[in-house]
């Protein structure tokens, strides 16, 4: 039975956040561990030559291994064929049907951020405007810190460590986030009550 596209983008979502919380241990640190080293790579090389040699390297495991069971098998004349039939005969092509639940999942996330950038920018509600116009500017100062490479690298290492994090001080966690929503809900209706252009249409 075929996966609509909401069943797909549910099963992906799934598997992210398996690998997020460690539940495959090995699965969640062959994945942090190989992203954080192309990460890093990239501070001192160029992406050309990270994507050139790491491509080579596991071509060079793979000629390695192929030798190696060879001679192997030559010594033991045995004839157990190609180390690697299995995945040889796997269907690796992508398939129409594939392609297009994933262009669905796709096109409907750009929608939807054509649509909220649109708001935004338009001014349709003046407090989530300013509220992007706040996170814009604290962005610039972030952009003077920080390159997108280090960004990346810093939200890799939060991205595997957050989750775990958050699962084991979940209390503590909550608790302080509903302090500053709560902060700022206080400071965002104090706000509002001395503009009143930043009044929401419902109110």
Known sequence: MEQTSEQLAVHWKHKVLELLY????????LVFGCSLFFLLSLLSCSIISVLSYSTLALLSLTLL???????????QKSDEGHPFKRYLDQDV?????MVQRHS?????????????LRRLFLV??????????????VLTHV???????????????????????????????DQII???KSRVKDGMGQFQAKVPGAKKKSE
């Open 65 to 75: 291994f192929r030798t190696y069971r060879g001679v192997l098998q030559a010594i």
């Open 178 to 180: 509903f302090t500053l």
């Open 143 to 173: 952009g003077a810190w920080f390159n997108g490479l280090t960004l990346l690298i810093l939200g890799l290492i939060g991205a595997f460590s957050g989750p775990i994090v958050y699962e084991r001080h979940q209390a503590q966690i």
């Open 104 to 116: 669905d999942v796709v096109l409907s996330r750009i929608n939807g951020a054509v649509m909220e």
């Open 22 to 29: 460690w539940r495959d241990v090995r699965a969640s640190g």
């Open 93 to 97: 092509a992508l398939s129409k049907d």
């Open 124 to 137: 349709e509600d003046m407090i989530d405007s300013l509220k992007f116009a706040v996170f814009l500017w």
